[in-house]
């Protein structure tokens, strides 16, 4: 994007101050971009050098305009395939080595490295997944993140279905319990034990074995360690026998997040559901208690701080102390130490929980527009590399009309409406941040919203639940197949509070609220060091504490941070110039410039040419 305001020379009084401003299509090379620099999981590495400066192999940043060379180093028995650059750029150059010029904005790039063949390594390009129609449902999800997998290391897409509909053939990768002899075969001689899985070929099928948790774990283990780059997978065991999941020191983290879920919502779920409820086959199961540090039910933004800062605060507060300091969350913890984050809410993106990993706020209803305004900076500054949210609680879709999709630099905003499946969202922000260390939160929070509902009947909001808690179940199946085929990354199923004070009498549920009530609510762990919630019943901070120590810093790694208003203020205003079916925000962020900034902020210049180009749109 430009970083000058105005497309003619403008002549801005302020004060007795006489600002000339003129602007072109001229980049400015004092304003610096992000290089994302995603460095492949074996097969190779990259560095990448600006204008001939030293060659690095991680994140850098460059000016517009810039020369951006890529130089591969393939690994042996690899060959380099290419650069892919997201957004795409034109690239030149051969051999291990690329250019390109460098954009006025953040580029993500990625190097492929081919594996050679060996003549004991199976062709996969014939071979369909083949899941069982009536099993728990983790089987199925397993089987769409194995094609997926596949798919990003090799570039095959291999078709999945279930059993009943897709006829036998020999080439076929066989998902848990199916419908096939091998299957049967893999079932019998299965013993059940914490890691217990089986990977197995049995003439041309390869049939992949587990219960609960390590089904997922056989898919994951398969997909890391047998899968190739070039479309095939290396030779497997003839001969039946149970091996054991390799698990690695826990260092990434996924929490999957059921904003109001009481153990009710869960039991109701329980009660009619055809599949399992993924978060029981977890290890390890607490009880987190949820009151703000005043003693209220607490709502989300209170919640949120305290699971993600390890601090328990006061109603109303976003990312600060029961003082109004703001203070780090783990998510900025994460970055700091390296890590790729992102996050996918059905909520709208600047909503509570998401605001709580990614904004400092004091007043959550009243403070939009601030909430977004620093999201839009970690964006520019690509300290966020993932963030969606498909809600329209609270009436806040006002601030999208129309329904209407909106680039926000990296950062995709859509009102949308309650109900919204984000899928294919979820999927899309595990595979963005996968890398060697990585942080996701998965948020589904129609299990608050119709929870809160006051006009639909009973049965109506206990049907809205029940497909919210369907539709959380699916985000946590696919999430649990990437984490185990990642080893070392922990698996987090919270909730913030609970809401509408669901009772169960003798099976019969019922909604006794419309809001947040002070009951305690389930947690489930897989990761080192989740016995501390086994059986316990802790306070919802410890959650942030834990969290802080699986990413190797201290508990008490949330400490006071300073919040840039100023250039927060400059990047929403940046986006907007990118957007101009958003200048419809401008009403909101000329209210933030009046009211959110301090005198000495509204002087500086960025912020000043910043707020006389919202001005002139609005005047025009």
């Not at 998965?442 to 509902?453: K, P, Q, V």
């Amino acid at each position: 994007m430009k970083k000058c305001f105005f497309n003619t020379l403008t002549l801005l009084l302020l004060a007795g101050l006489v600002l000339f401003s003129a602007c072109s299509d001229n980049t400015d090379p004092t304003v610096k971009y992000s290089l994302t620099v995603n460095q492949p999981a074996s097969g190779g590495s990259f560095t990448v050098r600006v204008n001939g400066n030293t060659a690095v192999s991680g994140n850098t940043e460059a000016a517009a305009g810039d020369t951006i060379t890529l130089n591969a180093a393939p690994a042996p028995e690899f060959s380099f395939s290419g650069f892919t650059l997201t957004p795409a750029q034109t690239l030149s150059g051969n051999g291990n080595t690329r250019t390109f010029t460098m954009p006025s904005r953040t580029v993500s790039i990625r190097a492929v490295f081919i594996e050679s063949g060996s003549e004991n390594d199976i062709n996969l390009s014939a071979y369909t997944i083949v899941y069982p129609n009536d099993a728990s449902g983790l089987e199925r999800h397993s089987a769409d993140f194995l094609s997926d997998y596949i798919f990003e290391i090799s570039g095959l897409r291999l078709p999945f279905s279930a059993d009943t509909e897709t006829q036998e053939t020999g080439k076929e990768i066989l998902i848990g319990a199916t419908n096939r002899t091998a299957s049967s075969t893999a079932q019998a001689f299965y013993e059940y034990g914490d890691n217990n899985i089986i990977i197995w070929q049995d003439n041309e099928k390869i049939i992949l074995y587990g219960e609960q948790l390590m089904l997922a774990g056989a898919v994951g283990q398969f997909a890391s360690t047998y899968i190739k780059a070039n479309q095939s997978a290396r030779e497997i065991s003839k001969t039946l026998s149970i091996s054991t999941y390799l698990t690695a020191l826990s260092k990434s983290v996924l929490v999957l997040f059921g904003d109001g879920m009481g153990m009710n919502h869960i039991e109701y779920f329980r009660s009619l559901s055809e599949t399992d409820f993924f978060a029981d086959y977890l290890p390890y199961k607490g009880i987190l208690m949820t009151t703000d540090l005043n003693g209220a039910a607490t709502d989300s933004a209170a919640g949120g701080t305290a699971m993600f800062s390890g601090i328990r605060t006061i109603n109303g507060t976003l990312g600060l102390d029961p003082d109004g300091v703001p203070i780090k969350s783990i998510r900025q913890e994460a970055y700091e130490r390296g890590y790729k984050t992102g996050i996918a809410t059905t909520d709208v993106a600047h909503g509570n929980t998401a605001g709580s990993l990614t904004a400092h706020v004091q007043a959550r209803y009243d403070d939009i527009i601030s909430v977004k305004a620093q999201q839009e900076l970690l964006l520019a500054e690509g300290k966020l590399d993932y963030l969606i949210g498909t809600g329209t609680g609270y009436n806040w879709d006002h601030i999208y009309p129309n329904n209407q999709w909106i680039q926000f630099s990296s950062g995709l905003i859509h009102p949308g409406s309650r109900g919204t499946d984000i899928y294919e969202y979820v999927k899309e922000c595990l595979w963005t941040i996968r890398s060697d260390k990585f942080f996701a939160l998965i948020e589904e929070d129609d299990i608050d919203n119709y929870s809160h509902e006051p006009n639909s009947p009973m049965q109506g909001k206990l049907d809205n639940l029940f497909m919210a808690m369907g539709r959380f179940n699916n985000y946590m199946g696919y999430s649990m197949a990437f984490a185990m085929a990642h080893p070392g990354t922990a698996i987090i199923v919270a909730a913030d509070h609970e809401t509408g004070n669901l009772t169960n009498t003798g099976g019969t549920f019922r909604y006794n609220s419309l809001i947040h009530s002070n009951a305690d609510v389930d947690i489930f762990v897989y990761g080192d060091g989740g016995e501390i919630f086994h059986n316990q019943t802790v306070w919802n901070n410890e959650v942030g504490k834990y969290l802080g120590r699986l990413i190797g810093a201290s508990e008490n790694f949330s400490v006071p941070v300073t919040v840039d208003l100023a250039a927060a203020f400059v990047a929403t205003v940046n986006a907007l110039e990118d957007n101009p079916s958003a200048m419809r925000l401008n009403g909101l962020v000329n209210n933030f410039y009046n009211t959110r900034l301090s005198a000495e902020e509204k002087q500086l210049p960025e912020v000043l040419a910043a707020y006389y180009y919202v001005e002139n749109l609005r005047n025009n």
